[in-house]
């Protein structure tokens, strides 16, 4: 896998549009899609020893939605945001604590519905290296990496067909990494993310 640079990774980005609604057109119509609730995450990127990581959240057994499972850091868009933009920002100081302005944004993969209800836009960005992250355990039970070079594995992954509300529809799950599962929206998420830098294999 060539290095990929800080200018290199944000010239894919925003060259990238992710048509997730064309894509799943048949699982989901518009109509629908205008009812679901306006939601962002921040897809945390880093780097250690000059290798990129992708960083994630174990979510909390508490939580009334998608508790214990794996996630980026993010959440529903709240009055006092003014965009998209800012709710994945405030989300992701919430949760574990990394500054706004500590986040260099690259841009984001477009909005992305999932079943639950939620239309949710990925943002990208990179953080700095080691950081003190301040976890919000209320919401984050624990924070890891995974290196993108071993999410672009294509042997990594697999798709598995669940039901739904009466309907069969792919799900994308990750093998274990150290104990954790990444599967459903986030890896959706993160197979986005390696297609637009062009690692999906």
């Known amino acids: 896998m060539a290095q990929l640079t800080q ?3 944000q010239e894919l980005i925003r060259a990238y549009e992710f048509d997730h609604l064309r894509r799943y057109g048949d699982l989901y119509s518009a109509e629908k899609v ?3 609730t306006r939601a962002a995450v921040l897809i945390p990127m880093l780097q250690i020893e000059r290798e990129w990581h992708v ?16 996630a980026f850091p ?5 009055s006092q945001d003014t965009d998209l933009y800012h ?6 100081q919430e949760e574990i604590g990394v500054k706004p302005e500590d986040v260099h944004v690259f841009g984001h993969l ?3 519905p999932v079943i639950t209800g939620y239309l949710v836009r990925p943002y990208v960005g990179q953080i700095p290296w080691p950081y003190p992250l301040d976890i919000s355990m209320e919401e984050v039970h624990s924070v890891f990496t995974i290196p993108l070079k071993w999410l672009a594995d294509p042997h990594n992954r697999t798709i598995q067909f ?14 274990l990494y150290e104990g954790y599962q990444l599967w459903g929206a986030s890896a959706e998420m993160t197979l ?10």
Do not use: C, N, W
């Open 74 to 78: 993010g959440g529903a868009q709240e």
């Open 55 to 70: 960083l994630l959240t174990q979510r909390s057994e508490t939580l009334v939605e998608h508790r214990g499972q794996v």
């Open 162 to 175: 669940r039901s739904y509300a009466g309907r069969e529809f792919p799900v994308i799950f990750f093998k």
């Open 192 to 201: 986005a993310l390696l297609s637009a830098l062009g690692l999906a294999g």
């Open 34 to 36: 205008d009812h679901y």
């Open 87 to 92: 709710t994945a920002l405030r989300e992701m």
């Open 7 to 9: 200018s290199g990774i």
């Open 110 to 112: 477009g909005d992305m």
